[in-house]
Nanobody
Framework: QVRLVERGGGLAQPGGSLRLSCATSGINFKIYTMNWYRQSPGNERELVAVINSDGSTNYSDSVRGRFTISRDNARSTVYLQMSRLKSEDTAVYYC?????????WGQGNRVTVSS
């Protein structure tokens, strides 16, 4: 059974930092591409960061230079370090992967950026 369990998030001030983690089980983590998405009220779910099995990364224009995705294959965990946070980063963040053509999602963690 594939499981993705997220931790982290919460409240941060503009300009601050937060880190999300996503622990996985039920997959051979090291060969999987892992993704972070976010969704704010009234908006579609947005792909913000991707890390491939070889460690290469991609970011949306909205977070590039401020967010860093990383992975720890020994812990089967993917991270999203968020820095220089802005109010528009407020959203529910989800980690995700695909296994045998089927998408799997974490439970979602709320990030609120407000003074």
């Amino acid at each position: 059974q594939v499981r993705l369990v997220e931790r982290g998030g919460g409240l941060a001030q503009p300009g601050g930092s937060l880190r999300l983690s996503c622990a996985t089980s039920g997959i051979n983590f090291k060969i999987y591409t892992m993704n972070w998405y976010r969704q704010s009220p009234g908006n579609e779910r947005e792909l913000v960061a991707v890390i491939n099995s070889d460690g290469s990364t991609n970011y949306s224009d909205s977070v590039r230079g401020r967010f860093t995705i990383s992975r720890d294959n020994a812990r089967s965990t993917v991270y999203l370090q968020m820095s220089r946070l802005k109010s528009e980063d407020t959203a529910v963040y989800y980690c995700s992967t695909r296994s045998r053509g089927q998408p799997f999602w974490g439970q979602g963690n709320r990030v609120t950026v407000s003074s």
